[in-house]
């Protein structure tokens, strides 16, 4: 799914209207959310909706409402089935209670956004209806009067921002198949922006909608998320993806962050974006038709004593990432996947010569691989003789038999089995002087200029840099020769 956040402006009677909608919807959801679950036994959704609708019908919301409420409510209780979830947050209902936020404060940090979800049979939406230019949505609900109970129609008219790229086009392509009821469009509103919800598939003209790819069998591009590094590695098996060592790095590139602790959400969905992109350019360029991630990466939090680690960690949400990818890779015809991703770096690091996150990156690759091709394990097969010619310091024990012992061995023997990540040093030449050099590997921005984010790719033994002329190697104009590495 797509979603494209749009600024509105409104009456102040409307946004009144819009505020109490909003109290009403948030009451609904989080009665819902407290009943989902009886005695240990959970409601059925016809159920749940009977019980909301007793509680809030006959207000200013309609059944559609409370229904949409209903389903927020089962899907938060999907994601926090014990009833422990807080309205609001933490950190402010801890505010609250030192008094460092009012009730009124508090009030409004409970409120959500209200959710209207699709229903093409009512032109995409039941309360919400696109102008096809974009540029005005107009709200509406039927709502009975408090004197004598009479249904009257309440109509909200929202100015909204003019989008321009690819952002204003599919808008507008989805406010015109919405009229002619072939869509459904999902809208949520809060107090600043309304948020436009469609299917990319819906739209046949889609702007990132791109030619299918030629898919070369055997070939797997896998991404390792890292704190404050991304490793993409294109991996290729032609005869059994359960044999580590028939698998072959073709290529990797690696992606560091450094975004500032001031960063906004749009700075950082901007970087994302420009990895995705970046990502799908290598999969043209390989005929690859899979993408695999590690699964669990959505759930990563910390919260310790240490600030620096916390934010390292919390500053993007690893789901993100994986939802805006798995947008752009149907677009292009290419499949996104997660696999099991332990010992993931221990193996990668052993086995392919990349920095760590790019190694470990290609052997979650490999695993894509042997998922796709029917093996119900992911783990590749244990090969003693070719893991002990790996390390030329020190032996691995003898009775190890298994990854698991593996890593438990080098962990225990504190073995630096880690490949480092190349960073720039203050040596190195500004990078708005074109391209620059740093332990082997080529470095660019990953954004435009004043943009955080580099991109590192290495570079071919004799091979050099003659600055700004050269072009970048970027999934379609090669800076080198094809790096290979296995």
């Known amino acids: 799914m797509q979603t494209i956040s749009i600024p509105y402006r409104c009456s102040k009677e409307d946004r009144e209207f819009i505020e109490a909608v909003r109290r009403v919807y948030s009451a609904a959801v989080r009665t819902g959310y407290a009943n989902a679950d009886r005695d240990g036994k959970t409601l059925k959704e016809k159920e749940l909706r009977e019980f909301v609708k007793a509680r809030f019908a006959g207000g200013i919301v309609d059944a559609w409402v409370l229904h949409c409420a209903t389903l927020e409510a089962r899907d938060l209780r999907k994601i926090v089935p014990d009833g422990s979830m807080l309205f609001g947050g933490r950190k402010d209902f801890e505010r609250r209670n030192k008094n460092l936020i009012d009730n009124a404060e508090w009030r409004n940090k409970r409120l959500r956004p209200f959710c209207s979800r699709g229903d093409k049979k009512y032109a995409g939406n039941r309360h919400f209806k696109l102008a ?30 003019h989008l321009h790229g690819n952002a204003g086009e599919v808008v507008r392509q989805a406010a015109k198949l919405a009229a002619e009821k072939k869509i459904n469009i999902t809208f949520r509103i809060d107090d600043q922006k309304l948020h436009v919800t469609i299917d990319p598939e819906d739209l046949p003209d889609h702007p990132e909608r791109r030619p299918p790819i030629r898919v070369v069998s055997g070939r797997a591009l896998g991404i390792d998320l890292n704190p404050n590094f991304v490793g993409i590695s294109v991996a290729q098996n032609i005869v059994d993806p359960t044999t580590l060592s ?67 960690i919390n500053y993007w949400v690893r789901s993100l990432l994986i939802a805006m990818m798995t947008r752009k890779a149907r677009l292009a015809g290419i499949k996104v996947i997660e696999v099991w991703g332990g010992y993931s770096t221990t193996i990668g690091n052993l086995a392919f010569e990349a920095p760590d996150a790019c190694a470990s990156a290609a052997e979650i690759a490999r695993r894509g691989l042997a998922v796709t091709g029917g093996c119900k394990d992911v783990l590749p097969t244990f090969e003693e003789g070719w893991l002990s010619g790996r390390w030329k310091d020190q032996a691995l024990p003898a009775e190890c038999g298994f990854w698991k012992d593996v890593h438990q061995a080098i962990k225990t023997a504190k073995i630096g089995y880690r490949r480092p ?20 590997y080529a470095v660019r921005r990953l954004n435009h200029r004043h943009r955080p ?34």
């Open 132 to 161: 096809e230019d974009g540029l005005s949505c107009s709200f509406s609900m039927l709502m009975p009067r408090v004197t004598g109970q009479k249904l009257q129609w309440r109509l909200v008219k929202l100015d909204l921002a």
């Open 246 to 312: 028939l698998t072959e790095l073709l290529e990797h590139q690696l992606v560091q962050f450094d975004l500032p602790l001031d960063a906004s959400a749009e700075t950082v969905r901007e970087a994302l974006a420009k990895i995705c992109d970046r990502t799908i350019r290598l999969c043209r360029k390989w005929g690859i038709g899979l993408i695999t991630f590690e699964k669990g990466l959505g759930k990563l939090r910390s919260g310790g004593k240490n600030k620096a680690r916390n934010r390292a």
């Open 421 to 440: 990540h190349p960073t720039l040093k203050s040596s190195v030449p500004d990078l708005r002087s074109g391209l620059s050099a740093c332990g082997g």
């Open 453 to 486: 984010g580099t991109v590192y790719v290495p570079v071919s033994h004799g091979h050099g840099l003659s600055g700004a002329n050269n072009r970048f190697h970027d999934g379609g104009e090669f800076l080198h020769p094809t790096f290979k590495s296995g």
